[in-house]
């Protein structure tokens, strides 16, 4: 079993910065793609951005030159850093992960969540 703990959300002004933060855990040998997603109220849930193990990312046009995606591998860690955020971007956030187990099955993991808000 793997746990992804998200954190970092929380409420911040237009104009401002966030860093989501997503660790995952357990009966991990390896994890393919990391990535981050958001649900807007009533809207679908969406891919904000993502990230292979070697580094290849790949950004929402919407969040393209304000948030950037990074990760540990050695922590099997994912971040979002949030710039310039606006009101468009409120919104729960979840981290996904693809994992590889010791015996070489391949799951698809999701966070419980971290709600963004960003006020005008």
């Known amino acids: 079993q793997v746990q992804l703990v998200e954190s970092g959300g929380g409420l911040v002004q237009a104009g401002g910065s966030l860093r989501l933060s997503c660790a995952a855990s357990g009966s991990i040998f390896s994890i393919n793609g990391m990535g981050w997603y958001r649900q807007a109220p009533g809207k679908e849930r969406e891919l904000v951005a993502d990230?292979?193990?070697?580094?290849?990312?790949n950004y929402a046009d919407s969040v393209k030159g304000r948030f950037t995606i990074s990760r540990d591998n050695a922590e099997n860690t994912v971040y979002l850093q949030m710039n310039s955020v606006k009101p468009d971007d409120t919104a729960v956030y979840y981290c996904?992960?693809?994992?590889?187990?010791?015996?070489?099955?391949?799951?698809?993991?999701w966070g419980q969540g971290t709600q963004v808000t960003v006020s005008s």
């Open positions: 990230i292979t193990s070697g580094g290849r990312i």
């Open positions: 996904n992960a693809d994992v590889i187990d010791y015996i070489g099955r391949l799951f698809d993991y």
